[in-house]
């Protein structure tokens, strides 16, 4: 769901960077004492399979944004949401400086859309549908990671509309459209891929997995 580089309003992203800067401050900070050191590898393999995910996408809306699997549910899932906007920052600013993948003007509100807004979206549908006992874990796991998504692609068409690129109705309109099928196959993949995560090295003494 990159936003390219060029076609926001100063007003929508220079507060959203600001924003980005604080929340990522925060999150170095709290993964200095929090964070077990012998998670920082594994973190390190977890960007690389998210980016190679991020990587299969197409344009929507006539390149005002683009389609593809995000992948901050299954950041937050694993390690939590302060380590996970490490994570997905990581991507996409290698996307955004190496690749031009969103570009540098842009780059504060996709920081703010998928490093922080997607993983706080996933851990706290997490965290509140593991609070009733009748929905499994891995249904949990689903909803939180569609979710992540689909509030992502209204957050998205917010943004568009007050740059003035296009009316949020219609932004709304094709992006949820198309958003509502990515996150399925988020939602599977993150389900797939968190059980077998778990067996293998992520299976560490990580105290801010929310799946301990």
Same mark, same amino acid.
């Given at each position: =769901?990159?936003?390219? !580089?060029?076609?926001? !309003? $100063?007003?929508?992203? *220079? $507060?959203?960077?600001?924003?980005? *800067?604080?929340?990522?401050?925060?999150?170095?900070?709290?993964?200095?004492?929090?964070?077990?050191?012998?998670?920082?590898?594994?973190?390190?393999?977890?960007?690389?399979? /998210?980016?190679?995910? +991020?990587?299969?996408?197409? $344009?929507?809306?006539? *390149?005002?944004? @683009?389609?593809?699997?995000?992948?901050?549910?299954?950041?937050?899932?694993? &390690?939590?949401?302060? $380590?996970?906007?490490?994570?997905?920052?990581?991507?996409?600013?290698?996307?955004?400086?190496? &690749? +031009? !993948?969103? #570009?540098?003007?842009?780059?504060?509100?996709?920081?703010?859309?998928?490093? /922080?807004?997607?993983? #706080?979206?996933?851990?706290?549908? &997490?965290?509140?549908?593991?609070?009733?006992?009748?929905?499994?874990?891995?249904?949990? %796991? &689903?909803?939180?990671?569609?979710?992540?998504?689909? %509030?992502?692609? /209204? %957050?998205? *068409?917010?943004?568009?509309?007050? @740059?003035?690129?296009?009316?949020?109705?219609?932004?709304?309109?094709?992006?949820?459209?198309?958003?509502?099928?990515? #996150? /399925?196959?988020?939602?599977?993949?993150?389900?797939?891929?968190?059980?077998?995560?778990?067996?293998? @090295?992520?299976?560490?003494?990580?105290?801010?997995? =929310?799946?301990?």
């Amino acid at each position: =769901m990159h936003i390219p !580089d060029g076609i926001l !309003d $100063p007003k929508v992203w *220079a $507060p959203s960077a600001v924003v980005a *800067a604080a929340v990522l401050a925060k999150s170095v900070q709290y993964s200095k004492h929090r964070l077990e050191y012998r998670a920082v590898p594994v973190m390190g393999v977890m960007s690389a399979f /998210i980016f190679a995910s +991020q990587m299969i996408n197409f $344009p929507i809306l006539g *390149a005002a944004t @683009s389609g593809h699997l995000i992948g901050g549910a299954l950041a937050a899932l694993l &390690f939590g949401f302060w $380590p996970s906007t490490l994570i997905m920052s990581t991507v996409i600013a290698i996307q955004a400086i190496v &690749f +031009q !993948d969103g #570009g540098i003007t842009a780059l504060g509100t996709n920081l703010l859309n998928m490093a /922080i807004l997607a993983p #706080g979206i996933a851990a706290l549908t &997490f965290r509140l549908l593991r609070g009733l006992p009748f929905i499994p874990r891995s249904a949990a %796991v &689903f909803v939180s990671a569609w979710l992540s998504v689909a %509030v992502l692609s /209204i %957050v998205a *068409a917010v943004e568009l509309a007050l @740059s003035g690129v296009i009316p949020f109705g219609t932004a709304a309109k094709a992006l949820l459209f198309w958003h509502a099928f990515i #996150g /399925i196959g988020e939602g599977i993949i993150t389900v797939i891929v968190i059980p077998f995560a778990l067996r293998s @090295s992520f299976q560490f003494a990580n105290k801010e997995s =929310m799946l301990q």
